[in-house]
């Protein structure tokens, strides 16, 4: 292009239109031959859409069972000793009597308390001696630092304080659902309800709550009131006396060490704390160990795939030697003939990239619908998969395109 | 013999023109020869194989360069023209026949005759139609959508000769066209060469046959790599003929 023609003709040339349906039909020539070349690009490619693709999803899984809510809740299940107790009474708890100051004393603690359901299934009235309205609510004990760590939405009224707590009030704060069941609307009154007869005044209604959802059927009246009333808690765990912390974000596994000595210096074993999981040990387990190992194996398909182009274009171009001397004695330049190689086997790779981008989100979203998953797949490594199998092919023709191009036509007309 | 206006010059003019393969020892495969081809012109070369005839076929086809002399194709000295000139010229002005045919198998005849207007940007819209005028013009305008593996030797050739001619080239230049053929095949092929050179096509065809050399209406022998005009055969020791 430096210097210009000699000639009144203008040069030999190969539109672009022309480069493209040659190669089309070179690689349409042998279909069975194109498509087992495209293999390794295929499963390379297939695999580096479905490793990514099923590390997002998988991700986004974990992220959405790890709400910040669990990520902020610890749990405090009693072990109460159970020697030494006359037959047929419940030990004490081993929760002290302070819980709630104790709780809110360790750094990183927004609130906390003790919660059991009120033993031995009070008849729950709303007046005395009615029909018992009880049938699937249930009567908790929790101190005010327990309701405030369930963060109740009230609808109406107030909260528990440390006032009813402290004197043993007969108050009552009931979801909508118990309130609905025993037809209270409106606090102004001063309405109350019965329990086993005995008249608690309704303080509060609660619409919704953060933590403990089990409380949305249910009516919740002060510890210190149950004890009072209807003893200890029962020693079963999951019947027994509870703690319930809600922390700031990220003091969780902090906070959880710290809870069995500030509850009982004398006794830490008398508790199992249950923080939640780390959702960091948690995603990096998934991402680094097995994408690692996925993404090395795609990148070993995609050499494969890349030799196995190479290959078949190099084989393409020796038994093409005498199409090769045609095109040259019909007015095609070297760079013609090898652009046409090159745009062959660069057609391979991209139908390899296009398949397996296809073949890999089939697969995210059939393993996602199989366990329920949403699906996610980043557009950012998903949409620019195929262009991987296009330089994947670009790369394995050079060499061969080369030597095309340096294909000497009189020996490729004189070979047959 | 020539209808070309005075002042044009000659399709092919060859001055001293030799090619000397390297080795130990090297092989002379054309002595230094002249040669002068006009327009219209119809000359076979013959000679026995080993002579020279194909290296002389490529010189003139410019698949090959000359290691001495000064080759000029319709006026234009070929000495100084780099590859892709070269190229340009096969393209445009050369048609080459040759003995094996060197069709594309996936091809239909018609698809066969457009590759020939490829490279040397004849619009796409009018490729076809001057493939199916070049089909019919050798004969085969009936089997335009064959494909070779179902053609006879004969019409394989004559797909190659209409792939030769489409681009109305100033030379068509022939190596042993009928050395694949039945000679009822060879018949019909020299029948469109006769028809060719009437349309004022310039040819030169290669053969060892004598047969097929008298159809021509000018004959030059090689012999030993030392080019002759056959009238005067008791020269050819002493050099190339004038
Ligand atoms: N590439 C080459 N290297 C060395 N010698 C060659 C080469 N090509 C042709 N020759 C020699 O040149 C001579 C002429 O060959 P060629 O033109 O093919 O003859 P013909 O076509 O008349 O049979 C032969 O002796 C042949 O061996
Ligand atoms: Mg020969």
Not at chain 1, 217 to 231: D, K, W
């Amino acid at each position: 292009m430096s210097r210009r023609s000699v000639l009144p003709e203008p040069s030999s040339r190969l539109g672009l239109r022309d480069l493209l349906s040659e190669a089309l039909s070179g690689v349409l020539q042998r279909p069975g031959r194109s498509v087992l070349t495209m293999l390794g690009t295929v499963l390379g490619i297939g695999a580096f859409v479905a490793v990514l693709g099923l590390t997002a999803t998988a991700s986004g899984q974990i992220g959405e069972q790890f709400s910040l809510t669990r990520a902020t809740t610890v749990d405090v299940t009693d072990r109460p000793r159970t020697d030494g107790v006359a037959p047929g009474a419940n030990p004490p708890s081993n929760f002290p009597e302070d819980t709630d100051r104790r709780l809110a004393a360790i750094d990183g603690v927004r609130a906390g308390g003790v919660w059991w359901p009120v033993p031995g299934a009070p008849v729950i009235t709303a007046r005395p001696n009615g029909p018992n309205e009880g049938t699937g609510l249930s009567v908790l004990a929790a101190t005010p630092g327990a309701v405030a760590a369930m963060e109740p939405t009230l609808a109406a009224g107030v909260t528990m304080d440390a006032f009813v707590q402290r004197t043993a009030q007969p108050v009552v704060l009931l979801s909508e659902a118990a309130a609905g069941r025993l037809g209270v609307s409106r606090l102004d009154a001063q309405p109350a309800v019965f329990l086993d007869n005995v008249p608690y005044t309704v303080i509060g209604i609660y619409s919704d709550v953060r933590r403990r959802p089990g409380a949305l059927l249910g009516l919740v009246i002060p510890a210190s009131t149950a004890l009072e009333r209807y003893g200890n808690p029962a020693p079963q765990p999951d019947r027994g006396a509870q703690g319930l912390v809600a922390t700031r974000v990220g003091a969780a596994s902090v906070v959880a060490a710290q809870i069995p000595l500030a509850l009982r210096p004398d006794a830490p074993d008398a508790f199992t704390v249950v923080p939640p999981p780390d959702p960091h040990s948690l995603q990096d387990g998934v991402t680094s160990d097995l994408t690692g190992l996925f993404l090395a194996l795609a990148g070993i398909c995609l050499l494969v795939g890349a030799v196995g182009i190479a290959n078949t274009t190099l084989v393409a171009v020796l038994e093409r030697t005498e199409e090769i001397g045609l095109r040259r004695s019909l007015g095609a330049r070297t760079g013609h003939i090898a652009a046409q190689f090159l745009t062959e086997s660069t057609a391979l790779g991209t139908l390899g990239g296009l398949i397996g981008t296809s073949l890999g989100v089939v697969t995210v979203v059939a393993v996602a619908a199989a366990r329920d998953w949403t699906a996610v797949l980043q557009p950012a490594a998903t949409l620019p998969a195929p262009l991987i199998g296009t330089v994947v092919g670009l790369l394995a023709g050079l060499y061969p395109a080369l030597r095309a191009a340096r294909t000497d036509p009189l020996k490729a007309l004189r070979s047959a | 013999m020539t209808t070309e206006p005075p002042g044009t010059p000659p399709v092919i003019a060859l001055a001293g023109v030799g090619r000397t393969h390297p080795g130990r020892p090297p092989v002379v495969a054309l002595h230094p020869s002249d040669l002068t081809v006009h327009h219209g012109e119809y000359l076979a070369v013959t000679g026995p194989s080993g002579s020279g005839k194909s290296t002389l076929l490529h010189l003139l086809g410019l698949l090959d360069t000359p290691t001495t002399g000064r080759y000029e194709l319709d006026g234009i000295d070929t000495g100084s023209l780099r590859d892709r000139d070269r190229s340009t010229l096969r393209g445009r002005r050369i048609g080459f026949v040759f003995q094996s045919f060197h069709l594309l198998p996936h091809r239909t005849a018609e698809e066969n005759v457009v590759l020939a207007q490829l490279y040397n940007r004849t619009p796409p819209r009018t490729r076809r139609t001057a493939a199916l005028e070049a089909l019919r013009l050798v004969g085969l305008g009936h089997r335009t959508d064959a494909l070779p593996g179902t053609m006879s030797g004969g019409e394989r050739q004559r797909v190659a000769i209409a792939r030769a001619l489409v681009n109305r080239p100033s030379l068509l230049l022939c190596d042993e066209p009928t050395g694949n053929l039945d000679s009822a095949s060879a018949e019909a092929v020299l029948d469109r060469f006769d028809a060719l050179h009437a349309q004022g096509f310039t040819l030169v065809v290669i053969t060892h046959d004598p047969a097929v050399a008298a159809r021509a209406e000018r004959r030059v022998a090689i012999r030993d790599g030392v080019l002759s005009e056959a009238e005067a055969e008791v020269r050819t020791a002493e050099g190339p003929a004038r």
